[in-house]
C-alpha cells in the first residue's frame, strides 16, 4: 500500500489535463495556420468555438491545482507540478487566444492570396507551431533540454516578425488602397499574434524548466 | 514422686533470710522463663516479689516448659519454668518443685457424668468408649480435647492414666484456656486442664471420688496432678536475686500467694 | 444522496455544564464527514452520541433527535447494542484487546452469534482486508495484536470495527497518536471505506479535514458554527470564526 | 562541583546498602531455614519425613511423618481459594465495573478493613461462633474441622483477592472497554470478555497473594482447625503445616524441635515455589501483553 | 461510574432488542455479582457487629489503664497497648529509611540489571513468607543468636525483615508512578541525581511512603505469630521505652491471643479485638485522609 | 498572543509589495504615455531600463508565493491571497513590457507628432492608464465594486483600438512613403499594446474579483 | 553565523543496535535546526546525544565528538550537569514539575545557587516574559503548575528553560501533544527565541519544520541523509528519499 495514493491520483490527473489542454491548443494553432494558409473560414470558425473549451479548460485546471493547494499542502516537487500547472495554463490559454485571433483575421481577410503581402508568415507559423508543439513535448515529457532549446527558437520568430514587418511596409510604402491597407494591418497582426505565441510558448517552456530545477528565468524562485 | 528435690533442704535456709533481708539490699533482674501454665504462679510469685523489692525486675517469657529447660541449660534465662519433671536426658540441671497443680477434668455443664475412674478416662480418652452412655451419660459422641504434644499437662495426664502415645484426641489445643473454651463449648466434650485455670464455665469432675482441690492435690489423693518446677543450672552459684526470687517462691510465708493463684503450694 | 444520520436540535448537558447546542446536522451516506474545532468544543461529544457511548458517562441528559436511518436512536425499542453494531467506532488511541488478531477481529461477530469457523475465518479475512492490512498480518493471525505497529495496530482497530458489518464508522481523531505515514496510510484507506460506509470523524487537524473529507463541520464552544462542503469550507467558509480557525487566526 | 560528586557517591553507597539488606534479609531466613530444617530430616530420612503418614512426636517411638500436614495445607489452601476467588473476583468486579460509585465506596472501605483485621480475631469469632455452627449446621460431635479452617481462611483472603482484582480490573485501559462496547456488546459482557481477561495477570496476582496467605496462615487456623495430625478429612481436626509448626515449638526439644523446623523448611520451600511458578505464568501473561 | 443513560423502558420486543440468550447471561451475571459483593459486605458487617457488640461492653477505664495483677486478680492492657506503640515506633524508625533507601536504589541508581532483579526477586520473595516463618528465624536469630532474647527489640527486628518488603515495594511503586518527565525536566535543567530525588522524586512519593508506613503500622497491630517467639508476651509497664525494649512484651494482638487461649478470658479477648478493629479504622481513614490531603496538594 | 504572527507579517509584506509592483507599472504606463506624446527619449529610455527592476519584482514576489505556499500550508482567504499573486503579478509584468514596447516604439518614432496619424491613441492612452491605476487601486483597497467597473471599461479602450486601426488604414490608403509606413505600423503596435494592457487591467482586476468571491471570470474554482 | 554544535563521525549504540552512524551536523547559532525523519529513525537519539540525556540509558556507547563551542562534551573535565544547563531541553509532553509555577521557573536557578528572594523574582519574570506566558500566569504564580492548560504548561516548561540561561534549546516533539491554536502560539514564539537562542527542534510535522525552522536535517534508519536550509529542503530536496518522505511517498 502506498500512501497518498489519493493525491498522486489528482496529481496524475492534472497532467492528463494539462496534456490534454497542451494537445489542444496545439490543434488550435495547427488548425489555424491551415485556415490562414487555405482561407478556410469553416475551419477558423471551428477554431473560435473551439476556444471556449480552452478557456473551460484554463478554469478547471485552475480549480484543481487551487484544490490540491487547498487540501493537499504540497511541497518539493508536487508544489512545482502545481504551481508550474498554474502559471502554464495562462500561457496556453493566451496561445488559444491567439490562434482564436488569428482564426477571426483569417475570416476578415477572405481574400485569395493576401499572404503574398507577407511571404515569411507561413515560415513563422510554422516556426511557432512547431515551438507550441515542441514545449507542450517537453511538458509532457518533462524535457529539460528541448525545453532549453525551444526558448532559444524564439528569436528565430522574433527576427521572423522584422522580416514580415518590413515586406508588409514595403507592400505599404507607395500606392495602396484602403483594402490592402486593411490587409497589411491584418497581417501585422497576425505576425505580431505568432511571435506572442513563440513568447508564450517560451513561457511555458521556461516553467517545463522551472519543474526540474526551481529556477524561472535563471532565478531561482523555490 | 517424681519431682527431683535433691536442694530441697538448702533453700529453706535462705529462704527465711531472704524473707527478713531488707528489700533494698537487691537490686537487677531475674528472667524467668517457659511452662505457659506456670504463667499464673510465676505472675502472681513475681509481682508480690518485686513489691517488696523494688529494685529487682522480675521478667517471665511463657514459651512453654521445653523452651525453659532449654533456655535454663543454655543460661539464656535465670529460672528455667517447667510444668512436668525433667526427663533422664536433661541433665546438669535441678529442679526445684515450687507447686503442685491438678490436672482437672473437665466436662460440659450440660454434661450429667460426676464421676470417673482413671481407667474409664483412660479407655475415653484412648477411644475404647465413644459414647457418654456407656460412663452413665446421656447418649452422645464422646469429644476427647486435649494438649499439643509435649505440653506438660498431657504429660502429666497421659502418664497418670497410663496411656502415653495412645490417646486419641479429636482435638489438641495448645493452651489451657482453649481447652475450657472448648469443652465449654461443646456438650459432649471432656478435656483436661489445670486446676488454677478452672472457673464456674466448665464442671470438673471428681475422679474416683476425690474432688480436685488445693487439700487433695497436696495430700495426693487426687491423683491426676503434676509438679511446677524452677529449673537452674547444677552447680552454680545464682546471683543473689535469682536465689532470693526461689527463695522467696518457696517460703511458707509465701504460700498463700500460690494457693491464691490456683495452684498447691508444694511445701505445706 | 440519502442521509444517513440526522440530528435535530441536539442539545447534550454533562450536568449543569452544556456541552452541545442546538445541533442540527445531515450526515449524507458514503461521504466522509469530518468535525473540526478548537479543543473542547464538543466534538467527541457528539461523536460519542451519535451511537450513544456517551451513555456511560453519568449525569449525561441529552435532548433533541438523533435520528439513524429515520429511527430515533433514543426510543425505547432501540437496543444501544444493536445500535453500535450498526455505527462502529474507532478511537484515538489504537486499542486491539490483548489478544492475537485474529480474536481481535473476530470478537465483534462471536459477541452477535457467528461460531461457525469457517464463517469466521471469511469474516476476519474480509474485514482486514478492508481495512488495507490482510497482507501485512495474514502470517500471522495467531500472534497478539500488541505486537502490531501503532498504525497497524489502527488499522486493525477498523478491521474490528467492519467486522460486524456497520453501516457508519465513527472515528474519533484515529491518526492523533500516529506518526505521519502510519497516517497517510490511514488517510488513504478512508477514502477506500467511504464506497462502503459512512465516515464521520473527529480531528484536530484541519489539513487532515480538508485532504480526506467530503463535508466539514465546524464547532465552537458547543454550537455547531457551520456545516458545508469542506472545498467550501476550506475556500470560502461563510462564518468569520470558521475562517479564523482554519486559517489559524484564532485565540 | 568536587563537593557535589562527593555526595552523589555517598548517597549511591548509603542507598546501595539499604537494598542490600533486603537481600541480607532473605539470605538469613534462607539460611537458618536450612541449617535448623536439614538435621532432622537427615535423621529421620527425606522420605519418612515427606510420606510419612503419622506424626507422633512426643512418643517413645516417635515418629515423623508430616504428609498430614502437607496435604492438609494444600487441601486447605485449594479450598479457601475455590470459595474465596469466585466471591472475591465477583465482588471486585462489583466494585471496579458494575456498583453506582455510592455504593462502591461503601463497600470498598468495608473491604480494606476486612484486611486490616489481625488474624487472631479471625480466630477468636470462628472459634465462638463458626466452630459450633458447623457442627450444629452438620450434626457434628466436634466443629473444629478442615473445613472451618478453610472458611475461615476464605473469608481471610477475601480482601487481598478483592483489592488486587480491582486494581487490575481498574487498571484496564477504559480504551478495551470502548472498543467492546462500541461492536455491540453489553457491560456484562464487555466485562468478561474483555476486562477480566485483560486483568488476568493481576487477578492472578491477587490469587498469588491469596495462596500465599492461607498457606502461610497460622494463628486463626490455630483456633479452628482442632490441630491433630490426622490425614485430612473436610470435617475432621486437623492440622497444617504452620499450625504443626506453632502448636508443640514452645514445648518441643531435641528431635521434636528440629523436626519443627523442618517443617518450617518444607513450608518455606512450599512458598518459595508457590512464589516462583506463580510469577512465571503472571510474567508469561505479562509478556503476552506487551 | 456507569449509570445508564435510559430513555425509558420498553415495552415490545423487536428487531432492535437484545437477543434473549444474551439478555438472560446478563441478568444471571448481575445477579451474581451482587449477591458476591452482598457476601463480602455482610461478612464485615456481621464480624465487625458481632465483635463491637461482645467488645465494646468490656472496654472500661481499669483495663486501658492498668496492668495486670495476678495478686489481685486483676486484667489490664495498658501494658499491651504501650508495648504496641512502641514496637510500631521502634519498627519504623528503623525500617523506614532502610526501605526507602533501597526502594530509591532500586528505582534510581541501580544499573546492574542482575542485582536490580536479584533485589526484586528477594523482596518479593519476603512479601510471601508467612509471618510464623519469621518468627522462627527471629527466634533463632534474633532471640537465640544475637542473644537479645525474647524482647521487644527482637521482636521489632523481626518484624523490620517482615515489612521491609512492604515498604520497598510501595515505596517504588510509587517511585515508579513519578513521571519520566519529572526526571528528564530536572537532569535537562542540570540537577545531579541526589538533588532530583530531593527535590522532585521524594516529595511526589511522600503519598506513597506514608501508604506503605501505614500498611505497616496496619501489619504491625495485627501480627501475632511472629512476636509470640520474639516479642513475647511480657505484660509490665517499663519505665520508659528503652527500658521496654530489652524485655518480653506483647502487643495488643499477642495479647488477645494469650488472653483467650491460655485464660479462656473471652470477654477481654472481644475487648481488645473491638480495640483492634478500632485502631484499623483509624488507620485506614487515616490512610485516607492523608492520601487525600498529598493529592490535594496539588 | 496571536498565533502565527509570522505568517502575517509575510503575508503583509506580499502585499506590500504587491502594490510596489503595481506603483511601479502605474508609473511606467504614466511614463510611457508622456514620453510618446512628447517624444521624450530620454524618459523613454529610463522606462527601459526601469522594466528590469519589474522583472526582478515579479521573481521575488513568485519566490515569495513560492515559499508561503511550502512552508505555510495556506487555506481559506490566505490561500486566495498568495494565488491571486502568483496570478496577477504575470499580468502586471506584461504590462510593464508593454509599457518599454511603448518607450522602444516612441524612441524609433523619433519624429515630430506621428500621433497625427492616429489622433485616438492619447485617449486610448490615457483610459489604459486610468485602466491600471484602477486596477491596482482595486487591489490595494481591495475594492469588488471598482474592479467590477474597470473590467467593464475594457470595451472602451477595445473600440478605441478599432478606431485608431481605421485611422491608420486611412493614413496607408492611398500614397505613402516607407516612413510613413513605418510609422503607422509602428503606431498600430502602440494601439495593441494599449489594448493589451487593458486586457492585462482587467485580468488584474479579475484577479481582484477572485479573492474576494473565489469567481474567476464568472468561474467559481475556489 | 558560528556553529554552536558540531557532531563529527558520531556513532551511538543502544547495546549491539547502532542508533545513530557517523552522523556530522553543524547547528549554527541563532537558528532553528529541525529534524526530521520517520519514527525510530534516530531524532530523539541525537536530540538526547547533545546534552547528554543518554548518559542516563544503560547500554548506550558512542563515538566520535560532539563539539558545542568547540569544546568536546564527552571529555573527561566537562560537567554534564554544566552542559545541561548551557544546553536545555523541552519535552515531548510538557512536564511541570507538581510545584507552583513560581517554584518550577525557580527550580533551575536555584539548583544552580541563586537564592536571592529579588533575583529569583527577576529571573522568573524574565523567563516567563521570554517564553511569552508572563502576562497570562503573572497573578497566579503561586498556583499549581499543574493547573495551566496544555499549552500554557509547555509554554512554561519553554520559561524553565530559559530559566538558567542557556545557549542551546533542544525540544523532542514540543507540540505534538497539544491542539493546533496552542501549536501555533509554540510555534510563534520559537522565531522570537531565536533571537537569543539556538534552538534544535524534533519534529514528526514536517509541516512545522517547514514553518518555522531555518535548517533541516532529515534521519533515516540512524543515518543523517540530508541537512540543508529548510527552504531548499522543502523545495528541492537533494535526495530521492528526502523528497519521498517529505512529499508523503514513503514507505
Ligand atoms: N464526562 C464529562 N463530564 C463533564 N464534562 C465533560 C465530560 N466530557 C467532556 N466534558 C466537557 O465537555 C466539553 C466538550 O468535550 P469534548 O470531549 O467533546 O471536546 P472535544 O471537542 O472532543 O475536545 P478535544 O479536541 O480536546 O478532544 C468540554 O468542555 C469538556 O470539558
Ligand atoms: N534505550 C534504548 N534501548 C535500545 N534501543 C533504543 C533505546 N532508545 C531508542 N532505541 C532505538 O533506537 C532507535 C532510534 O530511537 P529514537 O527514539 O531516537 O527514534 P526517533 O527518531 O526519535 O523516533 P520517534 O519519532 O518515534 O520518537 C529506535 O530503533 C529505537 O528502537
Ligand atoms: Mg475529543
Ligand atoms: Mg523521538
Ligand atoms: O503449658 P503446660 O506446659 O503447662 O501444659
Redesign the interface.
Known sequence: ???????ETELEQLNLDLIKMGGMIEEAIAKSIGALETSDTNIANEIISADRTVDDMEKQIEARC??LL????PVARDLRAISTALKMITDMERIGDHAADIAELTIRLDSNKPLSMAQHIPEMADIATQMVRACVKSFIDNNLEQAKETIARDDEVDDLFNVVRDELIKTLSGESDAEKANQAIDLMMIAKYLERIGDHAVNICEWVVFYDTGLHKQTQIM | GTSNTSASDKPSDTVSSGGTTPATELSGKVSTNGSTSMEKVVGALAEAFMQQNGGVDVTYDPTGSGAGITAAAEGTTDIGLSSRALKDTETGLTGTVVALDGIAIIVNKANPVKDLSVEQIAKLATGEITNWKDVGGSDGPVVMIGREAGSGTRDGFESITDIKDKAKYAQELTATGAIIAAVEANANAIGYASLSAVKETVKAITVEGVEATEATVQDGTYKVQRPFLMITKQGETLRPEVQAFIDFALSKDNAEIIVNAGAVPAVK | MENMITTKDLDLFYGAFQALKKINLEIPEHEITALIG??GCGKSTFLKTL????????????TGEVLYRG?DI??????V?????RI??V?Q?P?P???TIYDNIA??PR???THSKAELNDLVEKSLRGA?LWDEVKDRLKK?A?GLSGGQQQRM?IA??L??QPDVILMDEPTSAL???ST??I??LM?DLKEQYTVVIVT????QA???SDKTAFFLLGEMIEFSD??RM????RDKRT?DY?????? | MKLKKITEKIMNTVFFFCGMVAIASVMLISVYMVLSGLPAIKEIGLTNFLFGKVWQSTATEPKFGILPFILTSAYGTAGAILIGVPVGLLTAVFLSKVAP?KLANTVRPAVELLAGIPSVVYGLVGMIILVPAIAKAFKLANGSSLFAAILVLAIMILPSIISVSETALNAV?P??E?????????KI?TIF??SI??ARSGIAAGIVLGIGRAVGEAMAVIMVAGNVANMPKLFGSVTFLTTAVSKEMAYASGLQKQALFSIALILFIFIMIINVTLNLILKKGGG??? | ?????N??????A??????KK?KSYDTVIKGLLYLAAFITFALLVGLIGYIFYRGLGNITWPLLSTSPSALKGTIGILPNILNTLYIILISLVIVLPLGIGAAIYLTEYATNKKLVWLIEFTTETLTGIPSIIFGLVGMLFFVQFCNLQTSLIAGALTLVIMILPTIVRTTQESLKTVPVSYREGALGLGATKWYMIRTIILPSTIDGIVTGCILAIGRIVGESAALLFTAGIGSVVAKNIFAAMTRSGGTLSVALYVYVFERGEFNVGFAIAAILMILVLIINFGAKAVNKKLKNKF
Chains 1, 6 share one sequence.
Not at chain 3, 476550506?234 to 467558509?237: A, G, I, T, V
Open positions: 500500500m502506498t500512501a497518498r495514493s489519493t493525491f487551487l484544490r487547498m487540501r493537499q499542502q | 478548537p479543543s451511537n450513544r457511548m456517551n451513555d456511560l458517562v453519568a449525569g449525561v441528559k441529552i429511527q433514543f426510543a425505547p425499542e432501540v437496543d447494542t444493536w445500535l453500535r453494531k462502529g467506532m478511537f488511541k486499542n484487546f490483548p489478544m470478537y465483534g459477541l452477535h452469534g488495507a497478539s500488541l482497530c474490528r470495527a467486522s460486524v506518526d505521519p505515514i497517510m496510510k488517510e488513504d477514502s484536530h487537524n484541519m489539513q480538508a485532504r480526506i469542506t472545498e476550506f475556500s470560502m467558509p475562517e482554519i486559517t489559524g487566526r484564532f485565540g | 460509585p485501559p480504551e478495551y470502548e472498543a467492546s462496547l462500541a461492536l455491540g456488546a453489553t459482557e470478555k474483555v481477561p485483560a503476552g501483553e506487551k | 461510574m456507569m449509570v445508564n443513560h430513555h425509558g423502558k420498553s415495552q415490545t423487536n428487531a432492535f432488542r437484545l437477543s444474551r
